[in-house]
DNA sequence: CACTATACATTGCTATACGAGGTATGAAGC
DNA sequence: GCTTCATACCTCGTATAGCAATGTATAGTG
Protein backbone atom coordinates (compact mmCIF):
# COMPACT_ATOMS: atom_id res chain seq x y z
CA UNK A 1 0.00 0.00 0.00
CA UNK A 2 2.42 2.92 1.46
CA UNK A 3 1.57 6.24 1.59
CA UNK A 4 -0.24 7.06 4.98
CA UNK A 5 1.66 10.28 6.10
CA UNK A 6 -0.68 12.25 8.37
CA UNK A 7 -3.92 11.49 7.86
CA UNK A 8 -6.43 13.63 10.17
CA UNK A 9 -4.30 14.02 12.92
CA UNK A 10 -4.60 17.94 13.04
CA UNK A 11 -2.56 19.54 9.98
CA UNK A 12 -5.48 20.15 7.59
CA UNK A 13 -5.49 23.59 7.00
CA UNK A 14 -2.11 24.72 7.99
CA UNK A 15 -0.70 24.07 4.06
CA UNK A 16 -4.03 24.05 2.42
CA UNK A 17 -3.73 27.20 0.02
CA UNK A 18 -0.04 25.84 -0.37
CA UNK A 19 -0.87 23.29 -2.34
CA UNK A 20 -3.16 24.94 -4.71
CA UNK A 21 0.11 26.86 -5.67
CA UNK A 22 0.69 23.94 -7.88
CA UNK A 23 -2.75 23.24 -9.02
CA UNK A 24 -2.19 23.57 -13.02
CA UNK A 25 1.45 23.63 -13.01
CA UNK A 26 2.10 19.71 -12.47
CA UNK A 27 1.08 19.29 -16.50
CA UNK A 28 4.07 21.18 -17.13
CA UNK A 29 6.29 19.63 -14.83
CA UNK A 30 5.30 16.24 -15.76
CA UNK A 31 6.40 17.67 -19.28
CA UNK A 32 9.48 19.31 -18.14
CA UNK A 33 11.27 15.99 -16.18
CA UNK A 34 10.61 14.10 -19.65
CA UNK A 35 12.79 16.28 -21.46
CA UNK A 36 16.22 14.46 -21.01
CA UNK A 37 14.99 11.48 -21.87
CA UNK A 38 12.63 8.99 -20.67
CA UNK A 39 11.13 8.11 -17.20
CA UNK A 40 8.55 5.99 -15.75
CA UNK A 41 5.54 6.66 -13.49
CA UNK A 42 7.24 6.49 -9.84
CA UNK A 43 10.12 7.45 -11.77
CA UNK A 44 8.67 10.79 -12.67
CA UNK A 45 7.36 11.53 -9.20
CA UNK A 46 11.28 11.14 -8.06
CA UNK A 47 12.41 13.04 -10.32
CA UNK A 48 10.01 16.36 -9.78
CA UNK A 49 10.83 15.73 -5.86
CA UNK A 50 14.67 16.20 -6.28
CA UNK A 51 14.76 18.83 -9.20
CA UNK A 52 12.24 20.81 -8.00
CA UNK A 53 10.02 21.41 -4.43
CA UNK A 54 6.93 19.34 -5.94
CA UNK A 55 5.75 15.69 -4.34
CA UNK A 56 2.93 14.05 -6.00
CA UNK A 57 1.36 11.25 -5.53
CA UNK A 58 0.66 8.31 -7.66
CA UNK A 59 -3.32 9.11 -8.10
CA UNK A 60 -1.68 12.56 -9.28
CA UNK A 61 0.89 11.36 -11.79
CA UNK A 62 -0.70 8.39 -13.70
CA UNK A 63 -4.31 10.83 -14.44
CA UNK A 64 -1.99 13.57 -15.82
CA UNK A 65 0.31 10.93 -17.53
CA UNK A 66 -3.09 9.72 -19.95
CA UNK A 67 -4.23 13.21 -19.83
CA UNK A 68 -1.06 14.18 -21.69
CA UNK A 69 -0.94 10.81 -23.63
CA UNK A 70 -4.23 11.03 -24.86
CA UNK A 71 -3.64 14.53 -26.41
CA UNK A 72 -0.03 13.07 -28.13
CA UNK A 73 2.23 14.86 -25.92
CA UNK A 74 3.88 12.09 -25.00
CA UNK A 75 4.07 8.23 -26.24
CA UNK A 76 4.35 5.05 -23.65
CA UNK A 77 5.95 1.88 -24.29
CA UNK A 78 6.37 -1.04 -21.79
CA UNK A 79 9.34 -2.10 -20.63
CA UNK A 80 10.80 -5.44 -18.82
CA UNK A 81 12.69 -4.50 -15.50
CA UNK A 82 15.44 -6.77 -14.48
CA UNK A 83 13.46 -7.19 -11.68
CA UNK A 84 10.33 -6.74 -10.19
CA UNK A 85 6.97 -5.15 -12.23
CA UNK A 86 7.43 -4.12 -15.42
CA UNK A 87 7.81 -0.45 -16.36
CA UNK A 88 5.91 2.23 -18.56
CA UNK A 89 8.35 4.56 -20.21
CA UNK A 90 7.05 7.83 -20.86
CA UNK A 91 9.02 10.16 -23.53
CA UNK A 92 7.90 13.59 -25.07
CA UNK A 93 7.07 13.18 -28.63
CA UNK A 94 7.88 16.64 -30.91
CA UNK A 95 4.23 18.45 -30.18
CA UNK A 96 5.12 17.41 -26.88
CA UNK A 97 7.77 19.41 -26.77
CA UNK A 98 6.75 22.07 -29.00
CA UNK A 99 3.98 22.48 -25.82
CA UNK A 100 6.35 22.15 -23.56
CA UNK A 101 8.17 25.41 -24.82
CA UNK A 102 5.32 27.16 -25.18
CA UNK A 103 4.22 26.51 -21.50
CA UNK A 104 7.48 27.35 -20.45
CA UNK A 105 7.40 30.97 -22.19
CA UNK A 106 3.81 31.20 -20.78
CA UNK A 107 5.44 30.38 -17.28
CA UNK A 108 8.18 33.06 -17.38
CA UNK A 109 5.66 35.43 -17.95
CA UNK A 110 2.88 34.36 -15.17
CA UNK A 111 5.60 34.06 -12.75
CA UNK A 112 7.30 37.85 -13.75
CA UNK A 113 3.95 39.40 -13.09
CA UNK A 114 3.41 37.27 -9.95
CA UNK A 115 7.40 37.62 -8.13
CA UNK A 116 6.52 41.86 -9.15
CA UNK A 117 3.54 41.65 -7.11
CA UNK A 118 4.67 39.83 -4.23
CA UNK A 119 8.04 42.22 -4.78
CA UNK A 120 6.73 44.84 -2.19
CA UNK A 121 5.66 42.47 0.51
CA UNK A 122 9.34 40.78 0.35
CA UNK A 123 11.25 43.36 1.15
CA UNK A 124 8.69 45.09 2.86
CA UNK A 125 8.64 48.60 0.62
CA UNK A 126 5.93 50.24 -1.72
CA UNK A 127 4.81 49.00 -4.67
CA UNK A 128 7.55 48.97 -7.42
CA UNK A 129 5.92 50.37 -10.48
CA UNK B 1 -24.22 43.07 -17.46
CA UNK B 2 -21.39 43.91 -19.82
CA UNK B 3 -19.19 40.25 -20.49
CA UNK B 4 -19.52 38.49 -23.04
CA UNK B 5 -16.67 37.74 -24.60
CA UNK B 6 -16.54 34.91 -27.10
CA UNK B 7 -19.06 32.94 -25.81
CA UNK B 8 -18.32 29.87 -28.10
CA UNK B 9 -16.86 30.65 -31.57
CA UNK B 10 -13.62 28.82 -31.39
CA UNK B 11 -11.28 29.85 -28.71
CA UNK B 12 -12.21 26.76 -25.97
CA UNK B 13 -9.02 24.45 -25.71
CA UNK B 14 -6.04 27.09 -27.40
CA UNK B 15 -5.18 28.35 -23.59
CA UNK B 16 -7.09 25.62 -21.26
CA UNK B 17 -3.84 24.62 -19.58
CA UNK B 18 -2.52 27.92 -19.32
CA UNK B 19 -5.62 29.10 -17.41
CA UNK B 20 -4.71 26.44 -15.09
CA UNK B 21 -1.27 28.05 -14.23
CA UNK B 22 -3.31 31.27 -11.99
CA UNK B 23 -5.55 28.60 -10.32
CA UNK B 24 -4.77 28.94 -6.59
CA UNK B 25 -2.42 31.94 -7.01
CA UNK B 26 -5.36 34.24 -7.06
CA UNK B 27 -5.45 34.17 -3.39
CA UNK B 28 -2.03 35.56 -3.07
CA UNK B 29 -2.52 37.79 -5.92
CA UNK B 30 -5.89 38.83 -4.07
CA UNK B 31 -3.59 39.85 -0.81
CA UNK B 32 -0.84 41.25 -2.71
CA UNK B 33 -3.12 44.05 -4.50
CA UNK B 34 -3.84 45.34 -1.42
CA UNK B 35 -0.58 45.46 0.44
CA UNK B 36 -0.17 49.28 -0.49
CA UNK B 37 -3.49 50.33 1.02
CA UNK B 38 -7.26 49.51 0.55
CA UNK B 39 -9.12 49.12 -2.83
CA UNK B 40 -12.25 48.08 -3.67
CA UNK B 41 -13.85 45.21 -5.63
CA UNK B 42 -13.60 46.03 -9.14
CA UNK B 43 -10.23 47.92 -8.32
CA UNK B 44 -8.49 45.24 -7.39
CA UNK B 45 -9.46 43.37 -10.55
CA UNK B 46 -8.20 46.55 -12.62
CA UNK B 47 -4.88 47.07 -10.36
CA UNK B 48 -4.04 43.07 -10.84
CA UNK B 49 -4.68 43.33 -14.64
CA UNK B 50 -2.04 46.19 -14.07
CA UNK B 51 0.82 44.71 -11.85
CA UNK B 52 0.58 41.45 -13.07
CA UNK B 53 -0.46 39.29 -15.77
CA UNK B 54 -3.94 38.31 -14.20
CA UNK B 55 -7.31 38.95 -15.53
CA UNK B 56 -10.08 38.03 -13.43
CA UNK B 57 -13.79 38.10 -13.60
CA UNK B 58 -16.17 39.23 -11.23
CA UNK B 59 -17.26 35.77 -10.76
CA UNK B 60 -13.89 34.78 -9.65
CA UNK B 61 -12.82 37.91 -7.06
CA UNK B 62 -15.88 38.35 -4.69
CA UNK B 63 -15.73 34.47 -3.47
CA UNK B 64 -12.23 34.96 -3.24
CA UNK B 65 -12.60 38.04 -1.11
CA UNK B 66 -15.41 36.65 0.84
CA UNK B 67 -13.27 33.51 1.49
CA UNK B 68 -10.69 35.80 3.01
CA UNK B 69 -12.57 37.74 5.09
CA UNK B 70 -13.95 34.96 6.54
CA UNK B 71 -10.99 33.55 7.75
CA UNK B 72 -10.14 36.94 9.05
CA UNK B 73 -7.18 37.73 6.31
CA UNK B 74 -8.81 41.20 5.28
CA UNK B 75 -12.04 43.57 6.70
CA UNK B 76 -14.08 45.68 4.57
CA UNK B 77 -15.88 48.91 4.60
CA UNK B 78 -18.64 50.51 2.70
CA UNK B 79 -17.49 54.01 1.54
CA UNK B 80 -19.79 56.76 -0.13
CA UNK B 81 -18.82 57.43 -3.34
CA UNK B 82 -18.77 61.26 -4.77
CA UNK B 83 -20.50 59.94 -7.72
CA UNK B 84 -22.40 56.10 -8.44
CA UNK B 85 -22.60 53.29 -6.52
CA UNK B 86 -21.22 52.95 -3.24
CA UNK B 87 -18.25 50.89 -3.10
CA UNK B 88 -17.28 47.79 -0.45
CA UNK B 89 -13.07 49.06 0.16
CA UNK B 90 -11.07 45.72 1.50
CA UNK B 91 -8.09 46.03 3.94
CA UNK B 92 -5.23 43.69 4.82
CA UNK B 93 -5.80 42.82 8.39
CA UNK B 94 -2.65 41.88 10.32
CA UNK B 95 -3.24 38.37 9.98
CA UNK B 96 -3.70 39.28 6.48
CA UNK B 97 0.08 40.64 6.42
CA UNK B 98 1.61 37.68 8.12
CA UNK B 99 -0.48 35.01 5.99
CA UNK B 100 0.62 37.07 2.67
CA UNK B 101 4.35 37.00 3.91
CA UNK B 102 4.06 33.00 4.20
CA UNK B 103 2.58 32.52 1.07
CA UNK B 104 5.24 35.13 -0.64
CA UNK B 105 8.38 33.32 1.26
CA UNK B 106 6.30 29.98 -0.11
CA UNK B 107 5.58 31.05 -3.63
CA UNK B 108 8.95 31.96 -4.29
CA UNK B 109 10.62 28.74 -3.37
CA UNK B 110 7.77 26.64 -5.75
CA UNK B 111 8.49 29.11 -8.03
CA UNK B 112 12.34 28.58 -8.08
CA UNK B 113 11.46 25.01 -8.12
CA UNK B 114 9.85 25.09 -11.58
CA UNK B 115 11.99 27.68 -12.97
CA UNK B 116 14.38 25.35 -12.41
CA UNK B 117 12.79 22.72 -14.12
CA UNK B 118 12.47 24.71 -17.11
CA UNK B 119 15.33 26.16 -17.58
CA UNK B 120 16.77 23.24 -20.00
CA UNK B 121 13.79 23.92 -22.19
CA UNK B 122 14.03 27.37 -22.45
CA UNK B 123 17.90 27.36 -23.13
CA UNK B 124 17.05 24.29 -25.01
CA UNK B 125 20.05 22.87 -23.23
CA UNK B 126 20.70 19.73 -20.46
CA UNK B 127 18.88 19.86 -17.32
CA UNK B 128 20.82 22.00 -14.94
CA UNK B 129 20.57 19.40 -11.88
C1' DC C 1 4.18 -19.95 1.02
C1' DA C 2 3.78 -15.78 3.47
C1' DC C 3 5.77 -11.19 3.36
C1' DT C 4 7.49 -7.24 1.31
C1' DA C 5 8.72 -4.01 -2.32
C1' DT C 6 7.83 -2.01 -6.64
C1' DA C 7 4.82 -0.26 -10.11
C1' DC C 8 0.56 0.89 -12.42
C1' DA C 9 -4.40 2.05 -12.15
C1' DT C 10 -9.07 3.82 -10.59
C1' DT C 11 -12.69 5.73 -7.79
C1' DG C 12 -14.70 9.32 -4.98
C1' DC C 13 -14.42 13.64 -2.65
C1' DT C 14 -13.55 18.39 -2.47
C1' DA C 15 -12.00 22.88 -3.86
C1' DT C 16 -11.91 26.33 -7.26
C1' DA C 17 -12.20 29.36 -11.27
C1' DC C 18 -15.42 31.59 -13.93
C1' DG C 19 -19.34 32.24 -17.36
C1' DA C 20 -23.84 33.83 -17.11
C1' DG C 21 -27.20 36.37 -15.20
C1' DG C 22 -29.01 39.47 -11.57
C1' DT C 23 -29.62 43.57 -8.30
C1' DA C 24 -28.67 48.29 -6.54
C1' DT C 25 -27.36 53.15 -7.00
C1' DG C 26 -27.15 57.40 -9.08
C1' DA C 27 -26.16 60.51 -13.12
C1' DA C 28 -27.49 62.23 -17.65
C1' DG C 29 -30.77 62.87 -21.45
C1' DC C 30 -35.32 63.81 -23.18
C1' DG D 1 -40.14 61.94 -14.02
C1' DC D 2 -39.20 58.41 -16.97
C1' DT D 3 -35.66 55.79 -19.54
C1' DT D 4 -31.01 54.66 -20.35
C1' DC D 5 -26.41 53.92 -19.13
C1' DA D 6 -22.39 53.21 -16.23
C1' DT D 7 -20.54 51.48 -12.11
C1' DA D 8 -20.30 48.13 -8.53
C1' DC D 9 -21.43 44.06 -5.93
C1' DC D 10 -23.29 39.29 -5.70
C1' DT D 11 -24.55 34.28 -6.74
C1' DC D 12 -25.63 29.96 -9.03
C1' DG D 13 -24.15 26.14 -11.91
C1' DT D 14 -20.66 23.66 -14.19
C1' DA D 15 -16.30 21.75 -15.46
C1' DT D 16 -11.84 20.66 -13.99
C1' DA D 17 -8.25 18.81 -11.28
C1' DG D 18 -5.51 17.19 -7.36
C1' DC D 19 -5.11 13.51 -4.35
C1' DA D 20 -6.21 10.15 -0.47
C1' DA D 21 -7.65 5.69 -0.45
C1' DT D 22 -7.70 1.43 -2.33
C1' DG D 23 -6.84 -2.32 -5.52
C1' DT D 24 -4.09 -5.40 -8.65
C1' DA D 25 0.12 -7.54 -10.69
C1' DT D 26 4.92 -9.09 -10.55
C1' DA D 27 8.74 -11.02 -8.44
C1' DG D 28 12.38 -11.33 -4.95
C1' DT D 29 13.39 -12.95 0.12
C1' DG D 30 13.38 -15.96 4.29
Redesign the interface.
Known amino acids: MARLKLQSEEAEQPDR?????????L???AL??L??GRLYGLEIIRF?EV????VLAEGTIYPILNRLKAEGLLTSEWVEAVAGHPRKYYSLTEPGRQR??L????????????????E???TEK??S?
Open positions: WEAQLRKGAEMAASWRLHSQLLRMAEAWTGFSGGLSRLLPVLEIQ
